[in-house]
């Protein structure tokens, strides 16, 4: 083939006459413009500020390529987490309008100021940063919240409430306006804390009676004026300490763990009582050792519970209210029982026919420094469930009927003493197979595979546990 012909070929191809120059309409394929959110708005300035607003002006970015439909406006200020959008008038800012009022800020409060731009494509970054303005003061608008009070020593009147933020504050020179009036009184003290955190305030006067109602209500004010008060609450004065003790005061050892205290009720005293309070202690030379329990008004008995086997305790009863303990009375001694004892009940054997399940094991001896046994508890329950059931016996052996279901029980024994009860042996666990058996230990000592009856056989496992 010619020279001639392979660039006549080539040009066929390639679209064009032979020694024609290429142009941009004869080139392969689309142009497109790039296109892409808003560049950020640039010279965003605060205009005019009040107590509540900020009017904002801005100039426009870039619309990359497609027009900016919206504005949006975000503020921050040392009071709030990152930036904020905020409720604007116009409510919503058209892709034309290049200024907008900002409105329900907070009065006496630095704001800083951004805005973001949007077209079809998506939000553009937002603008540089205004420059901080503070909003105008105004009279403060908000009241304390939980006013209440009361407890505190003879003859005062403890008034406290939750302390107004300081984004809510609205100015210079805030404080609290405290004003209270003894129930029937129709006219109002007032005083003035400058402290704004101030969360309490105490009121001493010797003619204050105890436990007496008041009305209290707290107010704000700050250099522009004064602001709301908070509702009227009732709230009383400082008690003082129950003068009566309770009578009829005994105890005893219910366990080597546990002193049970009775008293009687007091038959009268002219303060409130809210309860009593029960001091217990081995010696004077073991100040570690003492505690208390305290109970409501309405009961006249406690346990005191944690306590150390066969060890005396010296003990005491007090009414109580918020202003403290009232006189004790005279000290009683107790002495708890000897502890059970620390053998578990051990070599157990079993026989099993059927759903019947007879039970033996070597009887616990209590040493010296131990309660003497008085019989054995046995618990039992199926492996999938928490309802324990529960049964005593004063023999070394014992026969319990168990449902004949397809599932496995745990079994423990325990000695019962007047010390309470000892350690449980190792777990029994129970599974029906059609056989009977005679256990001991961890095995099965003789089956026999004859019977006709559904019978269990058994198992002991030491708990993992």
Not at 257 to 263: K, L, P, S
Not at 327 to 351: G, S
Not at 370 to 387: F, I, N, P
Request: glycine share 8%.
């Amino acid at each position: 083939m010619s020279r001639s012909r392979d660039r006549s070929v080539s040009n066929v191809e390639t679209g064009r006459s032979i020694g024609k120059p290429a142009t941009v309409a004869d080139s392969v394929g689309l142009i497109t413009s790039s296109r892409g959110p808003p560049s950020p708005p640039a010279l965003v300035t605060v205009e005019e500020v009040t107590d509540s607003t900020a009017q904002l002006a801005w100039s426009p970015g870039r619309d990359n390529g497609s027009p900016i439909s919206h504005y949006f406006i975000q503020t921050r200020t040392p009071f709030t987490v990152g930036w904020q959008r905020v409720n604007t008038v116009p409510e919503v800012i058209d892709g034309s309008t290049l200024t907008a009022t900002v409105v329900d800020l907070n009065a006496w409060v630095e704001y800083e100021f951004r805005v973001l731009a949007k077209n079809s494509v998506g939000v553009g970054e937002p603008s540089p940063v205004s420059v901080k303005t503070r909003t105008e003061d105004a009279v403060p608008d908000a009241a304390p919240g939980n006013v209440g009070g009361g407890g505190g020593s003879r003859s005062e009147l403890v008034i406290t409430w939750e302390p107004v933020s300081e984004e809510l504050q609205n100015g210079e020179s805030f404080g609290y306006i405290i004003a209270f009036r003894a129930f029937g009184d129709a006219s109002w003290t007032h005083v003035a804390t400058s402290a704004p955190g101030a969360a309490r305030y105490v009121y001493r006067n010797d003619s204050i009676s105890p436990f007496s109602p008041f009305h209290v209500k707290v107010g704000t004010y700050n250099s522009k004026g004064q602001g709301p008060f908070s509702p009227v609450v009732t709230i009383y004065s400082a008690e003082i300490e129950p003068s009566g003790m309770p009578a009829g005061v005994w105890a005893r050892s219910v366990s080597a763990f546990e002193i049970e205290v009775n008293w009687q009720t007091l038959s009268f005293t002219p303060e409130r009582v809210l309860g009593y309070e029960v001091v217990y202690w081995e010696d004077d030379t073991k100040p570690e050792t003492m505690g208390k329990v305290r109970v409501p008004w309405n009961q006249t008995s406690a346990t005191v519970s944690g306590l150390s086997g066969h060890t005396q305790y010296f003990l005491t009863v007090s009414a109580f209210n918020t202003a403290g303990t009232g006189p004790f009375l005279p000290a009683i001694n107790v002495t708890t029982k000897k502890p059970p004892p620390a053998q578990p009940p051990l070599n157990v054997e079993w026989t099993l026919i059927g759903s019947h399940l007879s039970l033996y094991w070597e009887p616990v001896v209590a040493m010296e420094s131990e309660s003497e046994v008085t019989g054995y508890e046995l618990s039992y329950r199926r492996q999938r469930h928490k309802e324990v059931n529960t049964f005593t016996t004063s023999n070394s052996s014992a026969e319990l009927s168990l449902p004949e279901e397809d599932e496995d029980y745990i079994i423990h024994i325990r000695t019962v003493s007047e010390g309470g009860l000892g350690p449980a042996s190792d777990p029994l666990r129970v599974h029906q197979l059609s056989m009977s058996a005679r256990g001991s230990g961890g095995c099965i000592l003789e089956t026999s595979p004859l019977s006709l009856l559904l019978t269990i056989a058994i198992s002991t496992v030491r708990s993992t546990s």
